[in-house]
């Protein structure tokens, strides 16, 4: 890492450091106990997952940080709706996980059924950071990036659907809430996934009108999300 990336690394794991202490916030005030295995684990395995994208995304591919950064002045406005809402629902999932699970306890989720999720989470994890491997041009707003070149990404978890990144989003939070214990959290979590199944379709339009070579992409790889199913 040269010197100039330095100062930004320093500034990310800040950022982190700040987010993870809002997410310590957001799940156990509203539970009112620190007794909360499920949460202590998520907390873990999110640290773990950002330390992995610390390396790969801002060592191995600082120009995906910076795309991921920002926004850009060709953002589409539907995106930026669509994000605002998502921003909005992020912090009830673990609100009323919280909630649920230590203040009031409403839900009873059977172990087996929160092995499952705990292995969704993983699985997610592993999809998510597969597509940060592969696609420099991961960006955390729909645009076409002329500015760096865009080109049709083939390869990893692209050779299968079109959309890995919010497979992989889709997953994490149908996951996070039966994870945790919770049935309530499902539904901040499913409204999420519906959100990202707008998203997907509008993305995938947007890329099939203004990216070069999109259009002979989608007859080699069919499904956007789920292989033979969409």
């Known amino acids: 890492m040269d010197e100039k990336s330095k ?49 790969f995304g801002i060592y191995k591919n600082p120009e995906q940080t910076r795309e991921r950064s920002k ?3 060709n953002v589409k406005r539907w995106d930026k709706v669509i994000m605002s809402i998502y921003t909005a629902l992020l912090p009830t999932v673990f609100i009323l996980a919280g909630l649920d699970v230590g203040r009031f306890e409403l839900s ?19 999809v998510i950071m597969w597509t940060v491997i592969s696609n420099t041009y991961l960006s955390r707003y729909a645009r076409i990036q002329d500015d760096r070149g865009q080109e049709v ?8 659907i079109r959309h890995p990144m919010y497979l992989g989003i889709l997953i994490l939070f149908l996951c996070i809430g039966p994870a945790l214990g919770s049935i309530l959290a499902l539904v901040p979590g499913s409204m999420i996934a519906i959100l990202f199944i ?14 070069d070579g999109y259009m002979d992409y989608t007859k080699r790889v069919r499904y956007r999300l789920v292989p033979g199913v969409w």
């Open 7 to 55: 100062p930004k690394l320093i500034k990310i794991i800040i950022q982190l450091l700040i987010l993870f202490a809002l997410l310590v916030v957001l799940l156990f005030l509203p539970a009112g106990t620190w007794d909360w295995l499920q949460a202590w684990l998520l907390i873990l395995f999110l640290m773990i997952y950002f330390i992995l994208y610390i390396y």
């Open 71 to 73: 926004i850009a002045p």
């Open 108 to 126: 009873v989720v059977p172990i087996i059924i929160q092995i499952i999720a705990w292995a969704g989470l993983v699985f997610a994890g592993a």
């Open 153 to 160: 990404i083939i390869t990893g978890p692209y050779k299968y």
């Open 198 to 211: 707008a998203r997907t379709a509008k993305e995938d339009g947007m890329l099939c009108e203004e990216l």
